[in-house]
């Protein structure tokens, strides 16, 4: 019996289980002016009726790392094949039966986020239903449904690690998380089984100030975006009602562990106006973090340096609703974003003064985008012109060797006495402090991205005895043999060895009055 494009899709996932196979070295994109093009494009539409896709997700496995998951307004749940032939001649339509392994319809509501979990075998689907649902990807059935939030779900993100841990952010202002092994709670009616939140944090990211809002209307305390750190127990949130990131510890979530904000603490400048943040992107090593501002910027954070500010900002793009979302390349080079003004944008992150590349094809705002973990330079964007297109840079771009910062590395942790050091640093280095009150946040951003190009964090690798570890252009210290060799030495931040006692961003930022 013939197999279908999806079941054939999903055996390969599971003959994987069975047999190994060798991954292929990730290629990487080094210096280039505009190389990109488009390679395809699909409509978003069931029955002929056109949707407004809000969430886009490659698969996260190298062997179906080119099937990408979309979301829409409709609440349908859609899988493409972005190998497949495109014709520029056709229409879109006819590109999407092309490409188009299965679609479903996952809830009666919008569809705001989503993730691949379990090797890809299951989709996570937060939705404006308030509730978070689990899919078989291949049998299109329900698993189960997270439910416990008061209001839309706007963000999700799977641990790093342990797919059966997640983290949401919804409009209710609060962040939860949940364990998929905990006890059903329930089930419904149609059998699928209901399972609460392990942890809830409420009013997380609710204004400190007060912030004029239209008569009738209440100032938004939703929480726009959440991530999973790589260290396994901390998560970062943001929220519409400022430009501040929030960490926590999911051991002890009575209180932030630290936060971040683009302006820096030693400036007597305070925001005349209050910003939100519509998204948040980590590399695939966690040593960077990005957030999507609607000042029309992209801030830039070193997780080991969050109370320095950001290192840099990327702006260009517009940045008008919370739908537009941002994402950092999986090695950290680049930052694609979408754009209210119906472009795409990609800069380099070491140099955030030059113009960045401009993706111009779509006819609506640029929402959600992705990349590719596996084939080097290749993206995904969502737009209000109701389609996803696929975009790739030139083969000549690409090499099959690694740069040094993409080899999975293990970040060395600060010793404490450099932590406290830092720490205890009221003027952050490499930024200019600012006693005049005149000065504008523009003045303040140009002084951050005037200073040198930012240098990539070396690195050094587990087998490594000695490595040079660069935090900034303008901060470098010498670390002796890693965790593996002595457990009184710095244990790493990212992926700590179980032998030694696991370190967080906790560590690294002391509380004040400790």
């Known amino acids: ?54 969430a886009v997700s490659f698969c996260k496995t190298s062997k179906n790392s080119h099937i990408f998951a979309v979301s829409d307004e409709d609440g349908y749940v859609s899988l493409f094949d972005s190998r497949r032939k495109f014709t520029s001649f056709t229409c879109h339509q006819e590109n999407t039966e092309k490409a188009r392994l299965s679609d479903w319809v996952a809830h009666q509501n919008a569809i705001f986020d989503l993730c691949w979990i379990k090797e890809d075998k299951n989709i996570l689907t937060a939705s404006g239903d308030q509730t978070i649902k689990i899919w078989d990807a291949e049998e299109k059935k329900c698993i189960s449904a997270l439910m416990g939030h008061t209001g839309s779900i706007k963000s999700l993100c799977s641990h790093p690690t342990n797919s059966d841990l997640l983290v949401s952010g919804s409009r209710d202002g609060s962040f939860a998380i949940w364990d998929l092994r905990c006890n059903i709670s329930s089930k419904s009616k149609s059998g699928e089984s209901r399972i609460g939140s392990s942890a809830v944090v409420r009013g997380a990211h ?17 929480i726009t975006s959440v991530l999973y750190m790589k260290d396994d127990v901390s998560i970062a949130t943001a929220g ?17 562990v630290t936060q971040a904000c683009p302006y820096p603490e030693s400036s007597a400048l305070k925001e005349t106006r209050l910003h939100g943040v519509s998204s948040l992107s980590q590399d695939l090593n966690g040593v960077f973090l990005s957030a999507s501002c609607m000042d029309n910027r992209i801030y830039l954070y070193n997780v080991l340096q969050l109370q320095k500010g950001p290192v840099c900002s990327f702006s260009g793009c517009q940045i008008e609703s919370f739908y537009v979302k941002s994402a950092i390349s999986p090695d950290a080079t680049h930052i694609l974003s979408g754009s209210s003004d119906g472009n795409a944008y990609i800069w380099q992150v070491n140099k955030p003064q030059v113009d960045p590349v401009m993706l111009k094809s779509h006819d609506g705002e640029v929402t959600a985008v992705d990349w590719c973990p596996t084939e ?17 840079i030139q083969s000549s771009y690409c090499s099959s060797t690694r740069p040094p910062s993409s080899i999975r590395r293990r970040v060395m942790a600060i010793p404490s006495t450099e932590c406290r050091k830092m720490s205890m640093q009221k003027e952050p280095t490499g930024l200019t402090k600012v006693s005049d009150s005149s000065h504008t946040p523009d003045e303040i951003l140009n002084q951050i991205n005037s200073s040198n190009p930012i240098t990539m964090p070396l690195i050094s690798t587990p087998e490594a005895q000695k490595r040079k570890f660069s ?11 890693t965790p593996e060799a002595a457990t009184n030495s710095p244990s790493s931040v990212l992926n700590p060895p179980s032998s030694v006692k696991r370190r967080t961003i906790r560590d690294y930022f002391l509380v004040a009055g400790a």
């Open 206 to 222: 609710l204004s400190s100030q007060p912030k004029r809002v239209r008569r009738g209307k209440a100032a938004s305390m939703s």
């Open 1 to 54: 019996m013939a197999t279908s494009k999806s079941e054939s899709f999903f055996l390969d996932i599971r003959s994987r289980e069975l047999n190994g196979f060798r991954v292929k070295k990730r290629s990487y994109f080094g210096d280039w002016a505009s190389d990109f093009s488009e390679i395809g494009a699909v409509a978003v539409e069931h029955q002929g009726e056109e949707t407004p896709p809000l």
């Open 376 to 392: 080097a330079g290749k993206i995904a964007t969502a737009s209000d012109d109701f389609t996803v297109r696929i975009w790739n």
């Open 471 to 481: 935090l900034t252009s303008d901060i470098k210290e010498t670390f002796g043999k």
């Open 240 to 256: 519409a009602v400022n430009s501040v990131v929030k960490f926590w510890d999911t051991r002890n979530l009575k209180a932030q």
